[in-house]
C-alpha cells in the first residue's frame, strides 16, 4: 500500500497530482481531436474525389459517344469525297475563249454564210478532240470530255468592216455566227456591241471564272495579237503556275506576249493568219501599231461642217485591252515592251475664238477655245498608261493641280512629257467635253476631254458632221 504523506501519493501531493493528471486528460483530449479532424478531412476529400470520378467517367462515356459519331462522319465524308472526286473527273472540259474582233475566222468559211459557220464549229470540235486525245495525261483526263467555246466581238462593227472593205456581204457575217452558234449547245458567240474594252473585259471575267472550276483542265486563249491582255496573262500565269492555258494561233503574236513562251497550238484552215487591219485594209500593218491622224484644217468650229474634222489615213480598229492589274511599283517598264524612240506625239495646240456665243456661223463663231487632238501616240505606250493601278489622276498630271482630298488616284508616278501626252491622248479619245456638247463651246483652257470625234472620216465630216457609229460618245445627241 502506497506510504501517503501530507495527504498525497508518493511524497506528492494532491493538488499536483490532480493538475497533472487534467494535463495527461487534456492532451489526449486534443489528441482524440486532431483524430477526429484528420477522420473528417479524409471523408471530404474521398466524397470530392468521388464526384470527380463520376463527372470523369461521364466525360469519358460522352468522348466514347462522340469519337464513335466523328468515326462515322468520316466514312460519311470519304465516302462523299470519292462521289465527288468521281463526277470531277467523269465530267471535266475544255474552254476556248476567243477575241473575235481581232482573230478572225478564215474568209473562205466566213463566205459560206450559215453553212461556214456550221463548218467552222465542226473543225474547231474536231481539231481540239484531237488535240486533247494526245495530250491526256498532261491534262489529267481518263475518260470524255466536253469542249465550250465563246467567242467575243462586235457583230455591227465587224460586219461594216468587212462589207465596206467587200469581203462580205450585208448580213453574211451574222448569218456565219447564226450557224457556229447554232450548232452544238456549248458553242456560242456572243455580241459585245460597241466599246473599246467590252470583247475584252468579258474574256477577262470567263477567263477568271473557268480558273477556278476544278473540272477545267484547259484554257484555249484566241486574243494573242493584242498586247493589252498581256499583263493579264502574266497575273494568271504568275498566280496558277501549273494551270495550262495554251495560245490559238491566228494573227501575228503580239510581241509582249510572244515573250512569255506560252505553249501555242494551231487549228487548221480556221482562223485566219491576217488581222482585221490587214484583211480590210489589204496591206499588212507594222507593230507597234500606231494610230496617226493626218493634219487638219481648223478654221472653223468643233465638229462643224466648216472645218475643225479630223480624219485619217486608213481607217482601223484599236483594241483598247486592258488588264485588271497593279502597275510595276516607282512606273518601272517591263523589258518586254520597247517604246520609239523618237516618238511620234505632237503639242497639242489651241486658237482662241471670240464671238457672241449665239451663231455657229458666218462671221460670228461661238467664243470660247479651239482644242486640237494630240496626233497619235504609240499603242504599247497607251496599253501601260491605261493599266496603272491606281490610274494616274487626270487633273494633277494634265492640269498641274488636284483639289481633291482625299484622291482616290495616284500622284506619286513620275510620268514623261510623252506619257502625259498619251495619258491626254486616251481621255481626249474616250470621253467627249460635255461643255462643248451642251453649249456649244469651251472656255476652259486646261480642258482635256475630247472636243472632236476621232473615228469620223472626211466623207463623214462633209455630210453631217456624225461617223458611222450610232453609238459614238462625241456624235450621238444626249437625251
Not at 470523369?56 to 468522348?63: K, V
Not at 472526286?85 to 474582233?101: A, R
Not at 510581241?255 to 480590210?280: C, G, V, W, Y
Request: charged residues 25%; neutral net charge; contains cysteine.
Amino acid at each position: 500500500m502506497a506510504t501517503v504523506l501530507n495527504g498525497g501519493v508518493h511524497g506528492i501531493s494532491n493538488f499536483a497530482l490532480l493538475q497533472t493528471y487534467k494535463s495527461r486528460f487534456e492532451e489526449l483530449t486534443e489528441t482524440e481531436r486532431k483524430k477526429d479532424d484528420l477522420i473528417m478531412e479524409l471523408l471530404r476529400q474521398n466524397e470530392q474525389l468521388s464526384g470527380l470520378l463520376e463527372r470523369y467517367e461521364d466525360d469519358l462515356e460522352r468522348e466514347k459517344s462522340y469519337a464513335r459519331l466523328s468515326q462515322k462522319e468520316i466514312r460519311d465524308l470519304k465516302t462523299q469525297f470519292g462521289d465527288a472526286e468521281d463526277k470531277l473527273n467523269s465530267y471535266p472540259y475544255i474552254q476556248v475563249l476567243i477575241d473575235g474582233d481581232g482573230m478572225l475566222f478564215h474568209l473562205d468559211l466566213l463566205k459560206k454564210k450559215k453553212e461556214g459557220g456550221s463548218e467552222a464549229a465542226e473543225l474547231l470540235l474536231s481539231e481540239i478532240r484531237e488535240l486533247v486525245r494526245s495530250n491526256r495525261e498532261d491534262l489529267c483526263i481518263k475518260g470524255d470530255f466536253e469542249i465550250r467555246a465563246l467567242v467575243f466581238a462586235n457583230l455591227d462593227g465587224l460586219s461594216k468592216a468587212l462589207v465596206k472593205s467587200n469581203i462580205l456581204k450585208q448580213g453574211d457575217l451574222q448569218q456565219f455566227f447564226m450557224g457556229f452558234t447554232q450548232r452544238l449547245e456549248h458553242l456560242n458567240f456572243i455580241d459585245v456591241g460597241y466599246g473599246k474594252e467590252m470583247a475584252d473585259s468579258k474574256i477577262r471575267g470567263e477567263f477568271l471564272f473557268h480558273l477556278k472550276d476544278p473540272r477545267c483542265r484547259l484554257i484555249l486563249f484566241g486574243g494573242g495579237h493584242d498586247n493589252g491582255y498581256a499583263p493579264f496573262l502574266k497575273t494568271c500565269t504568275a498566280t496558277n503556275p501549273n494551270y495550262p492555258i495554251w495560245l490559238l494561233e491566228g494573227p501575228q503574236m503580239a510581241r509582249e506576249i510572244a515573250s512569255m513562251n506560252l505553249p501555242s497550238q494551231k487549228l487548221h484552215d480556221l482562223f485566219s493568219k491576217d488581222s482585221q487591219s490587214e484583211i480590210t485594209n489589204g496591206s499588212p500593218v507594222s507593230a507597234p501599231a500606231i494610230l496617226t491622224p493626218t493634219t487638219s484644217s481648223l478654221n472653223g468650229h468643233v465638229n462643224g461642217s466648216n472645218g475643225g474634222s479630223v480624219t485619217y489615213d486608213t481607217p482601223q480598229k484599236f483594241s483598247y485591252a486592258s488588264a485588271a492589274v497593279s502597275a510595276p511599283p516607282g512606273l518601272i517598264r517591263p523589258t518586254s515592251i520597247h517604246y520609239n524612240s523618237s516618238p511620234t506625239l505632237e503639242t497639242s495646240k489651241t486658237i482662241t475664238i471670240s464671238g457672241s456665243g449665239t451663231s455657229t456661223s458666218g462671221n460670228n463663231p461661238p467664243r470660247g477655245i479651239q482644242h486640237t487632238m494630240v496626233p497619235s501616240a504609240d499603242a504599247e505606250r497607251v496599253n501601260y498608261i491605261k493599266n496603272l493601278n491606281p490610274r494616274a489622276c487626270n487633273n494633277f498630271y494634265l492640269r498641274g493641280a488636284c483639289y481633291q482630298q482625299p484622291c482616290p488616284y495616284s500622284h506619286k508616278y513620275k510620268l514623261s512629257t510623252e506619257d502625259v501626252k498619251t495619258l491626254k491622248y486616251i481621255i481626249e479619245r474616250s470621253k467627249p467635253c460635255q461643255q462643248l456638247k451642251k453649249r456649244g463651246f469651251c472656255e476652259d483652257e486646261k480642258c482635256y476631254y475630247g472636243h472632236q470625234c476621232p473615228f469620223r472620216t472626211n466623207a463623214e465630216a462633209a455630210t453631217d458632221g456624225r461617223c458611222s457609229n450610232f453609238y459614238c460618245r462625241f456624235c450621238q445627241d444626249d437625251e
